[in-house]
């Protein structure tokens, strides 16, 4: 059954139907406050840590906060306590794959075409798991992020294909986003309420 945002429509008015749930997803979340957006970060990155205490790979990319979205870099830095490298991803044009570069509290960062802090130098690196934000979310491991297209594009040429959890709050929780051909599903969820595998 099609939602009452996406439903048979042609595809210019699927889109915007698509434009219009980011920009109210997002909205939600700025309705959170400072301090509510830190406790339930901290709640997410307890349940992180609890189902992988160990570094889920050698090198762990992560994104910069933005938009009011989940803070997990006490997580990254969890990890990186223990050898792994945190990563974050670069974008070097529009409508290619993300590309990655290391990142520690030290690392000098700049705002990218987006407004993104994004490290300016460094090695390329190739990260064994991806840790994603979520604008908007279902059960069976699908995003809605803001448009761009990047992790899709990643991920459809990256083999093998790394871990992918996804990371949002569940005020950003849909029974479903009516994924499209070219959505591909996260295999992790995790919110401030828990951690749970895709159900796809």
Known sequence: MESPLIDQKTAPARQTARQILRQRMARARTRLTPEQGAALSA????????HFPAPPGRCIAFCWPI??????RAALEHWRAQGAVAALPVVTAAGQPLAFR????????????????????????????LLIPLNAFDAQGYRLGYGGGFFDRTLAVWTPRPLTLGVGFELNRLASIE????????????????GERARR
């Not at 709640?43 to 609890?50: E, I, M």
């Not at 938009?67 to 997990?72: H, L, V």
């Not at 994924?179 to 828990?194: C, K, N, R, S, V």
């Open 102 to 129: 290391a990142w520690t509290p030290a690392t000098p960062l700049a705002p990218d075409r987006y407004g993104i802090p994004t490290p300016t130098a460094g090695d390329w690196l190739c990260p064994d798991a």
């Open 179 to 194: 994924p499209e051909a070219h959505d591909l599903p996260l295999d992790w969820i995790f919110t401030e309420a828990g």
């Open 67 to 72: 938009k009011n979205e989940p803070d997990i």
């Open 43 to 50: 709640r997410l990155v307890t349940h992180l840590l609890a």
